[in-house]
């Protein structure tokens, strides 16, 4: 899925164009690992044989993407956070809020099944699961997109549909003259 993910940024930025700056937000819960803490990186570079310019990425935990302006991104990327922040609603809302009205937000996660039995396991399991790893493998990863005022552009599942890999775009705002 990384892979899939990487192939679909590098597309997304071909035909975009344009200088991009996508942030990354978050990448998986502290608690899979207690031996790693949350570490902000300023700004790494990201460069290309071709002639477009290189991609900037900020690097930093969901928590702390508030005090960033409106529209201030053209990606926001988060990989495996939406499982395992407190209030996933307001951050994808934050997400939403900082990508430009034509940017795009992708999201790697993983959530409820497209199967029955499987969601059914999950669950089941699930305050077990949060509890050992810090995850909540089983929320509605779209529905809280269209919550957050994130359409769907594209979605694609894995994995007994609880890997997603999905390309969003802010909802239209309307703009103060």
Known sequence: MVQIAQKKFETLREQN?????????HTHTHNSYPCIRYVTVPLLTLTTPTAMPPARFLVQNAQQIAHFADEQFDTVVDTFGVCSMEQPLEMLREMQRVCKHNGHVLLLEHGRSSYEFVSNYLDKHAIAHATRWGCWWNRDIEGMCAQAGLDIVE???????????IVAKPQKRLHSV
């Open 17 to 25: 164009k344009s200088s991009v700056t996508p942030h990354e937000t």
């Open 155 to 165: 979605s694609e599942r894995r994995h007994l549909g609880t890997t997603y890999y």
